[in-house]
């Protein structure tokens, strides 16, 4: 139980086009999802809290507009970096937080960017 | 927001010796402390985790343990392999309704046989 996919696990792309991730909690409702971005040997930092049906929660400094997070049912949440550039390209990882359990996160195998 | 510390950065044992990895938090409102385990490339998996209700959990290899008073929590990993080799993190919620977490800066551990 407790499985979260994302999709796709990585993707090249130019510079100035737009990225879609997909995050999808397979077995559970997820009322909040997360979406952290990852750089090489760091730790993971939130970029945004989605909760389902409402707007997302942006942590200070991650720009709203240029990473746009749907939340549209209780089991997928989405990611779109817009406009992306060389600076984006990151493992981006989401996490859902199962809404009958105790608050336990699982993550979604993350998603690799580059951007050309 | 809450504020969480990790340490050691890097951690290297023989192969059979213990591991302890330690974090500290700032926000006494936060109840949850999870570790993660991290291996190159993959996502971070759970392998423990404590509430604030309890000072000390074991599973099997592996036991978390909970000092409230002094704000502190530490991974304890006994008799390790070398598949425990990998990037552990730990994690502490503060007083949010949502259930974010604050990371600690992670530790690698390296076993060697």
């Known amino acids: 139980g407790a499985v979260v996919s994302q999709h796709p696990s990585w993707v090249i792309c130019k510079s100035g086009t737009s990225v879609k991730i997909e995050c999808r909690s397979l077995?559970?409702?997820?009322?909040?999802m997360f979406w952290y971005r990852q750089f090489p040997k760091q730790s993971l930092m939130l970029m945004a809290t989605s909760n389902e049906g409402s707007k997302a929660t942006y942590e200070q400094g991650v720009e709203k507009d240029k990473f746009l997070i749907n939340h549209a049912s209780l089991t997928l949440s989405t990611l779109t970096v817009t406009s992306a550039h060389p600076e984006d390209s990151s493992f981006y990882i989401c996490s859902a937080r199962d809404r009958t359990g105790d608050g336990e996160q699982y993550f979604g195998p993350g998603t690799r960017l580059t951007v050309t | 927001g809450e504020n969480v510390e990790q340490h050691p950065s890097t951690l290297s044992v023989q192969e059979g010796d213990s591991a302890v990895i330690k974090c500290t938090y700032s926000d006494s409102a936060s109840n949850y402390f999870p570790w993660y385990k991290q291996e190159l490339g993959k996502r971070p998996q759970l392998i423990i985790d404590i509430r604030s209700n309890v000072g000390e959990k074991k599973d099997q290899r592996i036991a978390v343990t909970l000092n409230k008073t002094a704000k502190h929590f530490s991974l304890h990993i006994t008799e390790t392999q070398p598949e425990d080799s990998a990037v552990y993190f730990c994690a502490a919620p503060g007083r949010t309704s949502y259930g974010k977490l604050t990371f600690g800066q992670g530790t690698i551990l390296t076993v060697h046989p």
């Open positions: 077995d559970f409702q997820a009322t909040t």
